[in-house]
């Protein structure tokens, strides 16, 4: 029983720290949105305030290196795989959020992801949010209060119910998540992904290294 038990929470962790993780792969036909799209090079700048501007920096298509440390990944020893991620921003908003569209594979399952990014000026701080294909549940998060005046680091928190990922022990706990997007230069963003199990340190669950196609 307990056999049976543990291949199945192998399974779902597999599919859900896909949900969790960063990134999509070379899929161009699952790329058009229902939405129309805006590329960074037709908004003007200088109507964008600080925060809004710094995230023109992510528009376009990216190659990724995905590292995976959980659901059958190690800190030694990750689960690899080459994805790309595109983001576009979302006219009908004015421009004031994000879209990265996430298609492909994750082990023996197809995969869909939508994340939404945007930055609350109100409050100083960046917004995150994906629903996808497999994991019937919204993960949103939100950075502090007055945390978004970096130029460089953009961090943001949440939580979820394990499904599994880290573990038996874990299966219905809640997991604090913070997540991190790095924009090191034009042609290179780093995103990571935190997990803090109850009782145990922050771990990396997650890291994709985009280079700009």
């Known amino acids: 029983m307990r056999s049976t038990l543990s291949r199945a929470l192998s399974s779902l962790a597999l599919v859900a720290v896909a949900a969790l993780g960063a990134g999509c792969s070379d899929d161009t036909t699952s790329t058009a949105a229902a939405s129309p799209t805006t590329s960074a090079a037709t908004i003007d700048p200088s109507t964008q305030d600080p925060g809004h501007r710094r995230l023109n920096q992510l528009v376009g298509e990216w190659r990724g290196d995905k590292s995976t440390y959980v659901a059958g990944g190690t800190p030694d020893k990750p689960l690899r795989t080459e994805i790309v991620s595109r983001w576009q921003w979302i006219a009908e908003t004015g421009n004031n959020f994000l879209r990265e569209v996430a298609t492909g594979d994750f082990g023996d399952r197809p995969y869909y992801r939508q994340g939404t990014l945007g930055y609350s000026p109100t409050d100083n701080r960046y917004e995150w949010s994906t629903v996808d294909s497999v994991t019937p549940m919204m993960m949103t998060y939100k950075g502090a209060k007055d945390s978004g005046g970096s130029d460089t680091e953009i961090t943001v928190l949440g939580e979820f119910t394990d499904p599994g990922v880290l ?42 290294i985009l280079t700009r196609k």
């Not at 090191?184 to 109850?198: G, I």
Request: no cysteine.
């Open 167 to 208: 573990g038996e022990r874990f299966v219905g706990k809640t997991i604090p998540m913070r997540t991190t997007i790095r924009l090191e230069s034009a042609d290179r963003v780093v995103m990571e992904l935190y997990f803090t199990p109850p009782g145990e340190a922050e771990m990396i669950a997650d890291r994709v």
